[in-house]
Nanobody, 124 residues
Framework: QVQLVESGGGLVQAGGFLRLSCAASGRTFSTYGMGWFRQAPGKEREFVAGISWSGGTRSYTDSVKGRFTVSRDNAKNTVYLRMDSLKPEDTAVYYC?????????????????WGQGTQVTVSS
């Protein structure tokens, strides 16, 4: 069993930045692929970024490429999402998720564990 706790969300002006953290419990964190998803009001949850167990493979949805960076520190059981040049359309609840397969996935149903989410609001 893995428990995930996100933090770092908040209110920021357009063009600003935030860094989300996702702290995981359990001794097997380093074997999990990790993903970040987001859900805006009235919209479906969407894949934002993913990172493999070693950090060697990363992926981003097109709308955040060049602005967001996913990273992880296995010694701290934590995965991060650095979000720069934020836009109002980035406003959403952001979730981290763990995939028991070393690599990340882009489909939310492939993930085994989820955090509770953290709100990110970008004002124009």
């Amino acid at each position: 069993q893995v428990q995930l706790v996100e933090s770092g969300g908040g209110l920021v002006q357009a063009g600003g930045f935030l860094r989300l953290s996702c702290a995981a419990s359990g001794r097997t964190f380093s074997t999990y692929g990790m993903g970040w998803f987001r859900q805006a009001p009235g919209k479906e949850r969407e894949f934002v970024a993913g990172i493999s167990w070693s950090g060697g493979t990363r992926s981003y949805t097109d709308s955040v490429k060049g602005r967001f960076t996913v990273s992880r520190d296995n010694a701290k059981n934590t995965v991060y999402l650095r979000m720069d040049s934020l836009k109002p359309e980035d406003t959403a609840v952001y979730y981290c998720a763990a995939h028991r397969n070393y690599n990340y996935a882009t489909v939310d149903s492939d993930y085994d564990y989820w955090g509770q989410g953290t709100q990110v609001t970008v004002s124009s």
